[in-house]
């Protein structure tokens, strides 16, 4: 029994539907290379498509999404004001813990750029209690913004809070975590 096949505008691949005459094993063979393709291309576009679906999750600002959470700079005067970098949210590749170091690393980097915190003492009794980040304002003094990630004082772990030297100092003004 000869094989005809018919190829759809000069391509190898041809259309769905398109009449093709061959054996029965011919087809079984086809067809197991077709799921063959789709699995590999599934596999393929998983990771990018986590990310992307990651990251629209964080640009939905009402979304109670636990991977992002809003953020704020605080003045010297104690009032929470935009991050000099523009950033209104900070987000996580896993569910955002108050209480991790590394994360209020991330959303004080995220807020005042990359390279730009320190760990800080801010309002605690001499324990390293948060990620600090300096707001200079041209018309303001220069003042602490504290990403905290273990509590000290009256300012919980996942807060944003006003630095030592803000007026008032070391009160909740925002949080980086849920």
Not at 20 to 26: D, E, K, L, M
Not at 37 to 42: F, K, L, N, P, V
Not at 135 to 152: G, M, N
């Amino acid at each position: 029994m000869s094989r005809t096949r018919f190829w759809a505008s000069g391509t190898r691949s041809g259309l769905r539907g398109m009449a093709r005459a061959s054996s029965p094993v011919g087809s079984k063979s086809r067809a197991r290379n077709e799921v063959a393709r789709e699995a590999e291309m599934t596999k393929r576009l998983a990771l990018p498509l986590a990310v992307v679906l990651a990251l629209v999750g964080c640009w939905n600002p009402f979304s109670s999404d636990p991977l992002c959470h809003s953020i704020n700079a605080v003045n010297s005067g104690g009032f929470a004001v935009p991050c000099p970098t523009g950033a209104t949210e900070f987000c996580a590749v896993a569910p955002i813990v108050a209480t991790s170091s590394r994360e209020a690393h991330g959303a004080c980097d995220a807020c005042f750029g990359g390279g730009a915190c320190a760990l800080s003492f801010a309002c605690g009794a001499g324990d390293v209690t948060s990620w600090e980040g300096v707001l200079d304002d041209f018309y303001r003094p220069p003042s602490y913004t504290e990403f905290q990630f273990i509590s000290s004082g009256l300012v919980p772990a996942g807060s944003i809070s006003s630095g030592k030297l803000a007026d008032p100092a070391c009160r909740s003004r925002g949080r980086w975590a849920p």
